[in-house]
């Protein structure tokens, strides 16, 4: 039986690594934590906020997820927009789920990611 998603893979170029780490822990708050050793061989980079976990995995023919995302929720999304758009990175709001504000932004490597935030009645 599930009982929770444990973390997200998205994939990377080869060489990106500090880009990503610039991004994922200045841009969004998250921390870089340590890969074990057999698979930090490979490349790459995990970060993680509360429970949240993101693992960016090098490809060698990479090409960024533009419709595939994970989906993170986050408090106060008006201030963590504004951060993101003060560090650089595009905000795309979109009002099409119904009781939640929410918007979309990409990696600097082009992988999509939603923020969203509950708001009103309904939301889950």
């Known amino acids: 039986?599930?009982?929770?998603?444990?973390?997200?893979?998205?994939?990377?170029?080869?060489?990106?690594?500090?880009?990503?780490?610039?991004?994922?822990?200045?841009?969004?708050?998250?921390?870089?934590i340590p890969k074990p050793p057999v698979l930090a061989a490979r490349g790459g980079c995990w970060f993680q906020a509360?429970?949240?976990?993101?693992h960016l995995g090098i490809e060698a023919d990479f090409r960024p997820s533009k419709k595939a995302h994970p989906g993170l929720r986050v408090t106060e999304i008006e201030a963590y927009?504004?951060?993101?758009?003060?560090?650089?990175a595009k905000?795309?709001?979109?009002?099409?789920?119904?009781?939640?504000?929410?918007?979309?932004?990409?990696?600097p490597v082009?992988?999509?990611?939603?923020?969203?935030e509950p708001s009103g009645t309904g939301a889950a």
């Open 81 to 88: 927009a504004a951060r993101l758009e003060v560090r650089g």
């Open 1 to 32: 039986m599930l009982a929770a998603v444990d973390h997200v893979q998205l994939a990377a170029p080869p060489g990106s690594e500090e880009t990503l780490r610039v991004y994922y822990t200045d841009v969004l708050g998250m921390t870089e």
């Open 110 to 116: 082009g992988n999509r990611l939603e923020f969203l």
């Open 91 to 107: 905000v795309v709001w979109d009002d099409n789920l119904p009781n939640h504000r929410r918007f979309y932004s990409e990696d």
């Open 50 to 54: 509360g429970p949240v976990q993101l």
